[in-house]
């Protein structure tokens, strides 16, 4: 059992200061005194930010405060993107929720401010919708979660049950005779230091931790089948969350009466499929601890992905490694997506994901289901009716839009947006396109960034528009599309004037 863990949250109240008078020997009257601290802001999301709600009402995150925008030389240096936001608003933010932000609990959304030099908002924003039933700032994270616990802060011993489906950090305690309950047995820390190691090398790591902490129990287990909760790549690289939290579970609690497992809404694909003499079927992608699931949902609802074939994997059983497993399957479905989107995957905006039932070096327990998506469901409709375009609505491919085009990222898919007017904030102005030089294998960011440094200088001089040099950026091609359909060009973009 592993699960992803998400979004943070930045402190309240906002900035209390008072005009001290100029004059010492001038007496303190009530016209001199500190005004009172300004009430909380809370949040739903919506779109980029956030829409204001009572502090009462079910929310997700509440207003921390403003800071400086990161230097431009640190977002350019970052590893994993958004770190620097992340730095900047991350003191304010453990301050507000009065614990560091390693605990699976609170991560830091923010809002840019009009320009790239104005303050920026940092938020507190949690990993689940509408957990949150008070103001933290007014009183406590603790408070402000109600029922819910940080599982990683619970005694060993204790069970508990997910906040839910798709987030594992946060939960509530139950008595361990209740069914599809966890129990909490410890916290395995993981030896690896600096950026994330890789997906393998943390399950390997943990999966040998918690049996040992299963074998080292001094108190009664529900169970001697272990699990461990851990976060994503983003997480440990952002917030230093390289721990899992150890559990154990029963089995035959998530199987049906006949032994066969549980009912499940995660999505498990067909034996076979025929476009255009099936039904369409749409999926929505959700990231959990490093790993994808899929879940069937109504074409005509907002999407990610749609299934574009089910597959016989030939080789009849994947790597040991999980790289070589990825792209084993993802060269398999190539060219089965291309033939369903029909969508010229030389342009960025589309890709290919693979779901097969089967583990590492072992044979597979299911064909491969090619599964064409994008990263935020911006998706109405099926393939089988419609092309890309249309499909979207109003959001498009950036790089299929003119240079000289004000947009604004859609969510965090950096190669989809929606045209903007230039003073709107977080607006971009579209510069152009360059063609990524050929290398083979797929080069680091630093080097990818250092080639965009010098190809959008190019790109911008030769354009004749302007913008604010020191926030000229852009975005690559994706190692899979960059390998699997020789897609090329690159963006430009600069924060208008």
């Known amino acids: 059992m592993v699960a992803a863990l998400a979004l943070a949250a930045c402190g309240g109240g906002g900035d209390d200061s008072a005009t001290e008078p100029t004059d010492a020997s001038v007496p303190t009257s009530p016209a001199a005194t500190e005004p009172p601290p300004a009430a909380p802001r809370c949040g739903v999301e919506a779109g980029e930010g956030f829409d204001e709600v009572e502090c009462t009402e079910p929310h997700q995150a509440e207003f921390v405060g403003l800071v400086a925008p990161p230097a431009q030389a640190d977002v350019d240096a970052e590893t994993t993107e958004g770190a620097a936001v992340v730095a900047a608003c991350m003191p304010s933010v453990e301050a507000f929720v009065g614990r560091p932000l390693t605990a699976f609990a609170i991560d830091i959304a923010h809002i840019p401010g009009a320009t790239p030099t104005d303050d920026i908002e940092c938020w507190a924003k949690a990993p689940v919708a509408d957990i949150l039933v008070g103001s933290i700032a007014a009183a406590g994270l603790e408070a402000a ?293 050929e290398r083979d294998p797929y080069p680091e960011i630093d080097v990818l960034r250092a080639e965009r440094t010098v190809e959008c200088a190019r790109v911008l001089a030769e354009s004749g528009l302007t913008g604010d040099p020191a926030t000229l950026s852009g975005t690559f091609i994706g190692a899979a599309n960059f390998r699997l359909f020789g897609a090329r060009a690159a963006t430009c973009d600069i924060s208008p004037m």
Request: charged residues 20%.
């Open 145 to 437: 979660l109600g029922d819910i616990v940080i599982v990683a802060e619970l005694e060993p011993g204790t069970c508990f049950t997910s906040a839910s489906d798709d987030y594992f950090g946060l939960g509530r305690v139950a008595d361990c005779t209740t069914p599809k309950v966890d129990m909490v047995i410890g916290i395995a820390q993981s030896a690896f230091t600096g950026d994330w190691p890789g997906q393998d090398e943390v399950v390997e790591e943990y999966d040998e931790l918690c049996a040992a902490l299963q074998q080292e129990a001094d108190f009664e287990l529900i169970a001697d089948t272990t699990g461990f909760i851990f976060g994503s790549e983003e997480e440990w690289n952002l917030y230093g969350r390289t721990y899992a939290i150890c559990t154990v579970y029963r089995p035959e609690d998530f199987e049906s009466a006949d032994g066969e497992e549980a009912a499940s809404d995660v999505f498990v694909g067909p034996e076979s499929y025929l476009p255009g003499v099936d039904a369409p079927i749409c999926l929505q992608q959700i990231e959990e601890g490093g790993s994808t699931n899929f879940f069937q949902v109504e074409c005509d609802e907002p999407h990610t992905s749609e299934l574009a074939a089910v597959v016989e994997l030939l080789e009849g059983a994947l790597p040991n490694d999980f790289d070589q497993a990825v792209e084993l399957l993802e060269d398999l479905c190539a060219s089965f997506v291309q033939a369903y989107t029909r969508y010229d995957f030389s342009r960025s905006g589309l890709f290919v994901s693979t779901r097969v039932s089967g583990s590492l070096g072992t044979p597979v327990e299911s064909p491969v289901d090619c599964i064409a998506s994008v990263t935020e469901p911006v998706l109405v409709g099926s393939f089988q009716e419609a092309d890309l375009a249309t499909l979207l609505g109003d959001v498009q491919v950036i790089g299929d839009l003119a240079a000289g085009t004000c947009f604004r990222f859609v969510g965090d898919a950096t190669s989809l947006g929606t045209v903007a007017g230039c003073t709107e904030p977080g607006a971009l102005l579209l510069v152009g396109t360059y063609q990524m030089a």
